[in-house]
């Protein structure tokens, strides 16, 4: 689907499942702000990805569901609302493919946020319930992590205001500790050394020789730098 022709950059949010009071209250802000935010200018447009779009209409309250249809009724926003047995089943790179800036809302569970700056896409988090035992607190220093939806919305402004919103939201050397490659190309790797497993047990071979046959092949295919030392004595 298609946004006005007006919207030039466009927010990605990832929300997190809500199941009481509370939580149902943190899914509203998460919706709330930045809508209003996006309806205050006509270039911005957001994207919205739940963690469970199934009932997601059942825990939004009125006057959430009023701006929110407003906003897709002007073509500033959209929803991925397709789900699975469980959950959505549409991934979280696709949402940040077609956005210049993620925004994950939870501490609790960063997974979407690490997949989105993995893929290079910059991306910030919103951390209202104040989590206190995740890594990526470390970004803290960096400006990545936002205690209120109000501070966060007062940095995009001026990161707008300033041009600058293409340059913020980076992890940097931080990314490392997750992929040594980042380059994108895991999947490919993953894929080629299950291959070599499924190919050594297809030649007979005892389950320990295809292991070794295939870390030795994964080790002079893409480096020995990254991989760890199993089968070398």
């Known amino acids: ?25 943190l899914l509203n802000n998460n919706y709330k702000y930045i809508i209003e935010f996006v309806l205050s200018k006509k270039n911005l447009g957001v994207i919205f990805k739940p963690k469970k779009s199934k009932n997601l209409y059942e825990r939004l309250e009125k006057d959430t569901i009023d701006i929110l249809n407003k906003a897709i009724k002007l073509k500033k926003c959209f929803i991925f609302e397709d789900f699975g047995d469980h959950q959505s089943n549409i ?18 569970a960063g997974t979407a946020a690490v997949e989105c700056a993995l893929y290079n896409k910059p991306t910030i988090i919103i ?9 990526l607190n470390e970004l803290r220093k960096n400006n990545i992590i936002f205690n209120t939806w109000e501070s966060c919305i007062d940095r995009l402004s001026f990161e707008l205001k300033n041009n600058s919103i293409q340059n913020f939201g980076f992890w940097g050397e931080f990314l490392n500790q997750f992929d040594d490659y980042n380059d994108g190309k895991g999947s490919l790797r993953l894929g080629n050394y299950c291959k070599e497993i499924i190919n050594g047990f297809d030649k007979g071979y005892k389950k ?10 994964f080790k002079k295919k893409y480096g020995n730098k990254v991989v760890r030392k199993i089968y070398d004595n």
């Open 1 to 25: 689907r298609e946004f006005n022709r007006n919207v030039e950059v466009i927010f990605a949010v990832f929300d997190q499942n809500s199941n009481d009071k509370f939580t149902n209250q």
């Open 127 to 135: 951390d209202q319930e104040g989590y206190p035992y995740s890594k």
């Open 208 to 217: 320990k020789d295809v292991l070794r046959n295939a870390y030795i092949y």
């Open 91 to 108: 991934p979280a790179i696709l949402a940040a493919s077609v956005s210049n800036l993620c925004i994950h809302t939870s501490l609790k």
